[in-house]
């Protein structure tokens, strides 16, 4: 679990965050929510310490990490798995080098241990066999899934995600989707996904946070997230047609089912 408190930043006279406040449970897929700029990206950096925040403080299943001492912050960070938004593969290293480049870094691993870890994570995510392979071989799908597997790796307990389908047409962002989910419930992480993408909202958004403006105005599931009376969430939900054309159906049905009742 990571729990945010009060996180303030500014760059210049600009104010990013405005007092965002918030739990990430383990388990579950959390999403931030909203519009570009509105401080996701910010709110991200902060939590994994790439940005210090003026004011608040951001704590990692009980312990303390903002301002903390050096050692246990470094002892958190080697807890996080990062997916970057463009996967930020090492294009000079094979698929197998990327995944490995981590257990190198964090870890006293002997090559056989690491190679038996990589093909691992390369099986879960559905690369086996493509170690050999260049990132410039790979199509935008396969480039995430390296992204993953590297993320993951050094078993991590915290996997941050920012905008995992960017760039992906829509049937393999949905399989992003997928492959994120799973890995968290069958890992017991706590992850959080940085998304404006509403597809991913219905299909992972287990617990939601929607920011506007650098404040957190919104939170709650992908189960009652179109039942809002939140002026700002509901205009960017139904800025999409096809979202528009959904609510429009479950209203329909609910009227009609409220019409049965009635008759009976």
Not at 240 to 248: E, I, Q, V
Request: charged residues 30%; contains cysteine.
């Amino acid at each position: 679990m990571i729990e945010i408190h009060n996180i303030h930043k500014s760059f210049g006279d600009k104010k990013v965050l405005d007092g965002i406040s918030g739990v990430f449970e383990t388990g579950k897929t959390n999403l931030l929510l909203g519009a570009s700029g509105t401080g996701k990206s910010v709110l991200l950096k902060c939590i994994v310490g790439l940005i210090k925040p003026d004011i608040g403080s951001v704590t990692f299943d009980g312990t303390y990490f903002t301002n903390n001492k050096l050692d246990i912050r470094q002892e958190i960070r080697r807890k996080i798995g990062m997916l970057f938004q463009s996967s930020a593969l090492f294009d000079s290293m094979s698929v197998e080098q990327n995944v490995e480049f981590p257990l190198k870094m964090l870890s006293d691993m002997p090559k056989d241990e690491r190679m038996d870890r990589v093909n691992f994570c390369l099986q879960r995510v559905g690369l086996e066999n493509s170690n050999k392979k260049m990132p410039s071989e790979l199509s935008g799908g396969m480039k995430k899934r390296v992204g993953i597997a590297r993320a993951i790796a050094p078993n991590c307990t915290y996997l941050f995600c920012d905008e995992p389908n960017s760039g992906l047409d829509p049937l393999t962002a949905i399989k992003i989707d997928e492959l994120i989910a799973e890995i968290t419930a069958e890992y017991g992480i706590t992850t959080i996904v940085v998304t404006h993408d509403m597809n991913s909202v219905i299909e992972i958004g287990e617990k939601i946070m929607f920011l506007y403006e650098g404040k957190k105005i919104w939170e709650g599931t992908r189960d009652d997230i179109l039942d809002t009376d939140v002026r700002e969430l509901n205009d960017f939900i139904f800025a999409n047609r096809l979202m528009r054309d959904a609510k429009k159906i479950e209203e329909e049905e609910e009227e009609a089912e409220q019409n049965s009742q009635n008759k009976e």
